[in-house]
């Protein structure tokens, strides 16, 4: 409820001019708000039924009820302005669609403090019907970063990028320390885990040159066409980096569910996590700064 409570303290969000498609609409019209509170997790619904998956505390109620009474057009806000973001600055709705659509639009995203002004949020889909009856149904679709001061990220999002893969392949190393089994561990170590430090190590390096030697403003009123085209061919080689860096995740995860392992899912979130961040370099950094310098406007 922390989180829930700092976002709509904030007077709004402002989202720039932006005109949903029809897909972006079904995802708005369907959209859920997930946050955790002291027990388990709170899902606001698309008009703000207010669901949860553990009781909550006397206090918890008090508060929902008057963000539910005073802020929903806050929360309104705070839709539009996170599917601009996604729209901007990730993949994983784009990358997801068919699952999104064949679900009825159903995104579930779960906020999650980052750091201070931003939130980090993970998205899910879930089959229709009661969302936490069918909570255990839910479908990984990736992360993103929310900045909440700006809607423009400095490098187009790649610091966040570079702070989140180390952050996730630790996380990956720790779930297997304490929830896999023996045999599980002894092939992570011996076949996976020196590939994964080496390939986080290289991607690091690579976008910390990138992060020094470009300012944060990129786009073709700051910076001179030949410009961006050198910070396009740069991020093109980190989005080589990344899909590599899939590949050994991917056979790590296939071996895994081959054995039935438990520890699959953990893989199955990296993977996802790096196919959405090769799909935003290609489709959003490469694919902008292209039309950018070369006028192409549909």
Do not use: W
Not at 83 to 100: G, K, Q
Not at 131 to 140: C, S
Not at 186 to 196: G, I, K, N, P, Y
Request: glycine content about 4%; aromatic content about 8%.
């Amino acid at each position: 409820m922390k989180t829930l409570g700092a976002l709509v303290e904030r007077d709004a969000f402002e989202v720039p001019t932006f005109a949903l498609d029809p897909f972006q609409k079904k995802v708005r019209e369907a959209l859920h708000l997930e946050f955790f509170i002291a027990r388990g997790r709170l899902i606001l619904t698309p008009h703000f039924a207010p669901l949860t998956t553990a009781e909550t505390t006397a206090e918890e109620e008090e508060q929902l009820r008057a963000i539910l009474e005073d802020k929903q057009d806050l929360l309104e806000q705070l839709k539009l302005y996170l599917l601009y973001d996604l729209s901007m600055y990730s993949a994983p709705v784009e990358t997801n669609s068919y699952h999104i659509a064949v679900n009825e639009y159903r995104v579930i995203s779960r906020f999650l403090p980052y750091g201070p002004g931003m939130c980090e949020v993970k998205l899910y889909t879930q089959p229709p019907g009661d969302p936490v009856l069918r909570y255990g149904d839910r479908i990984y679709l990736g992360r993103d970063c929310l900045p909440l001061d700006s809607s423009r990220r400095p490098h187009l999002g790649l610091g966040y990028l570079r702070r989140s893969l180390p952050e996730q392949v630790a996380k990956l190393e720790a779930r297997f320390e304490k929830s896999a089994s023996a045999k599980e561990r002894s092939v992570f170590d011996r076949a996976f885990r020196e590939d994964l430090a080496d390939a986080v190590l290289e991607f690091s390096q690579r976008a910390d040159c990138v992060l020094r030697a470009y300012p944060p403003d990129i786009s073709s009123e700051a910076l001179k066409p030949e410009t961006l085209l050198e910070f396009s061919r740069e991020l093109r080689e980190i989005k080589h980096l990344l899909a590599e860096t899939e590949v050994v995740v991917r056979e790590l995860e296939q071996r895994l569910l081959a054995t039935g392992s438990d520890a699959a899912r953990y893989v199955t979130k990296l993977r996802k996590d790096l196919t959405n961040d090769v799909n935003y370099i290609m489709m959003k950094v490469n694919g902008r700064i292209s039309d950018a310098v070369n006028g192409v406007h549909i």
